[in-house]
């Protein structure tokens, strides 16, 4: 049973570009969470979603940044036209549901240059 | 105040130490509780999880109070591959809803 897969690992993009992040979740998990994580911080809350619905967006700045997950395929995380300041490591994590365990992926690793 | 609260250390302690962290939440909604484990730029693992009053797991030994809505994680005979970041989780709501919250997290520093 394969665990979280986060793709790419390292992703390189120039200013005003944009970043897709991908997401596959464990199998039979519907639950997925995407966090941010900055150089020596905590882990940031972004977005929550199921199956084709956002259940909570609260932590998603209001611009640039979107998420999605399909019925068919990973969820994904969109950020357009990045700035220096979006680099760094973002996590998505799966779950069965909203009580059992979450398990990580081993993280996008984000340069803007 | 934050939702989930941690004593972010740093805690430095010699090989076959005992170690005990302690994590505070806020929302009394919180119906689950974990402790996951970070190793630097990996991503976090999970550790334990706590339902109910309490779990051990060999030299890990959580508990939950859940009156002074507080959790606690001991370490039995720290080992040097115990040295991380321990990160206190809480998650509100049921099935359907399971936002999880962590707190800033603890390091630890294991030395010989």
């Known amino acids: 049973n394969a665990g979280v897969m986060q793709n790419p690992r390292h992703l390189v993009r120039r200013r005003g570009q944009e970043a897709r992040l991908r997401c596959s979740p464990m199998?039979?998990?519907?639950?997925v969470y995407w966090y941010r994580q900055l150089p020596e911080e905590g882990l940031k809350f972004m977005v929550y979603?199921?199956?084709?619905?956002?259940?909570?967006e609260s932590g998603m700045p209001k611009e640039r940044f979107s998420a999605e997950f399909p019925k068919e395929g990973p969820s994904i995380l969109r950020i357009q036209q990045v700035v220096r300041g979006d680099s760094a490591a973002y996590f998505c994590?799966?779950?069965?549901?909203?009580?059992?365990?979450?398990?990580f992926g081993q993280g996008t690793r984000l340069t803007v240059v | 105040r934050k939702e989930v609260e941690q004593d972010p250390g740093p805690f430095n302690v010699p090989e076959g130490a005992t170690v005990a962290f302690n994590c505070t939440y806020s929302?009394?909604?919180?119906?689950?509780f974990f402790w996951y484990r970070q190793d630097c730029r990996k991503e976090p693992k999970l550790l334990m999880s706590?339902?109910?009053s309490g779990n051990e797991d060999g030299r890990f030994t959580a508990q939950l109070n859940r009156a002074s809505q507080y959790i606690s994680l001991l370490i039995r005979d720290s080992k040097l591959s115990d040295s991380a970041t321990y990160l206190c989780?809480?998650?509100?709501?049921?099935?359907?809803?399971?936002?999880?919250?962590f707190g800033q997290g603890t390091i630890l520093t294991v030395h010989p």
């Open positions: 994590a799966s779950s069965r549901d909203g009580n059992t365990e979450a398990f």
């Open positions: 199998k039979g998990h519907s639950h």
């Open positions: 979603l199921q199956k084709e619905n956002i259940i909570d």
């Open positions: 929302n009394s909604a919180s119906q689950s």
């Open positions: 706590v339902y109910s």
């Open positions: 989780v809480s998650r509100a709501g049921g099935t359907s809803y399971g936002k999880l919250t």
